[in-house]
């Protein structure tokens, strides 16, 4: 990777890892007569709003290669001529209304592409990112190009860590203004407004995906959305959000009590998390495979469960049953960069895992420059514990009386951004305290 430090803006240094992305892209595909086309996309009309769109987003294999939020566009690649940049030139009305340069977009006009189609009628082709219109790519073709390419994209040059670095700070100042106002009578929605706030006011162009603020019972459900319920007195509250620059993504939980305080049962149950976390953290190095960091988070989690009266047996036991997972129900964490779900992937080789419950969105060894989630938790989950067959199944596994009387306990995640490194791993999100 290149040298990091650099900054943000720093367009030279832009220019130059774009051409070596490109570089390490066609040389990872190594193709012969194939040729390959990706679309940027297309705006999406907001139904029955006149001529409002939704904020445009370039799909993210198009964007890695162009650095470029603009509709309409086609990258294509023949392994004879090398790349060529189609754009939408800037209309007139772009520069009325939007105040866009002429002289934005650097390329070959788009309607141009045909052009470049045609004489290439008789060849293969595949297509990323977005489809473009009267291309008919070979399936068997585009599933093998889009591996070669996440092979490339998941190591993160300076860029890339540098925007994401960017991000990371905002969302770290975002955490650090809401926990002083977090008390009961504030909503959900009052937090989510604050945190957000900040996190644009520090250095974030975006977010990277919808914030989730749940308290109480809600903290129980992975993806709340902020409600107008008031936080109260007892309660957790738990805040899984981050801010973006430039299309690279924060992504980062933590779990508060919301009068300031945990009581003995919540802190017993936080601290626990939280060392699963600091475990899995420490397996995140080089050749590690992702589904062992899973079962190291698990196998912690599985212990400290039984140490608290909630499951039965030995920790490896209960994570092949699956036991775990009724209060760990998702997997360790994902890949992140270029948005929260970053070039993930299951390698093809792989022959799903009977023994991680429920599957991962990632499996594969981590090599330097990856960038993870880390993000274990302990929730205790209605629709889960109310399972006829579950609780069969698990019946001298769990301590179901005590499960039940934890039903209003709601949940508790920590998540953290980590760098796998050449000699071990560096957690980005670091300087975003953990309550304990």
Known sequence: MAEAGIA?????????????????????????????????????????????TYPFRAHSEYFYLTDRERPGGVLAFDPDTGWVDFVVPVSRDERL??????????????EDFEAWRSARRDRPVGSLGAPVLGVAPRPELTIELRSGLNHVRRRKDAVELERMRVAERATSAGFAAIVP??????????????????????????LAFGTIVASGTNSAVLHNAPTTKKLCDGELVLIDAGGEYRGYASDVTRTYPASGRFTPEQAAIHELVHSAARVATRSCTSGTEWRDVHRTGARVIAEGLAEFGLLRGRPEALV?????????????????????????????DREPNATVTPGLRTDMPLA????????????????????????????NEVDWDRAEAMLGFG???????????????EVLTSDIPVLS
């Open 8 to 52: 943000a803006g720093d367009e030279t240094e832009v220019a130059w890892q774009l051409e070596r992305r490109r570089r390490g892209v066609a040389d990872r595909w190594g193709l012969g007569r194939e040729v390959v086309v990706f679309g940027a996309g297309e705006t999406v009309p907001v139904p029955g709003r006149g001529d409002l």
């Open 411 to 425: 949940g508790i995640r920590i998540e953290n951004n980590v760098l796998v490194t050449e000699d071990g791993y």
């Open 368 to 395: 330097p420059g990856h960038v993870v989630t880390v993000e274990p938790g302990i929730y205790f989950v209605p629709a889960l514990l109310g399972e006829p067959e579950t609780r069969e199944r698990l019946r």
């Open 97 to 110: 209304w939007e105040g866009a340069p002429a002289d934005e977009q650097v390329g070959v006009p788009v």
């Open 320 to 348: 092949e049953s699956g036991a775990v997972s009724l209060f760990f129900p998702h997997g360790i964490g994902h890949m992140v960069g270029l948005g929260v779900r970053d070039a993930s992937e299951i390698l093809p």
């Open 181 to 206: 106002v977090l008390s009961p009578g504030r909503t959900e929605r009052e937090v989510q407004i604050e945190l957000e706030a900040e996190f644009f006011r520090r250095g974030a162009d975006a």
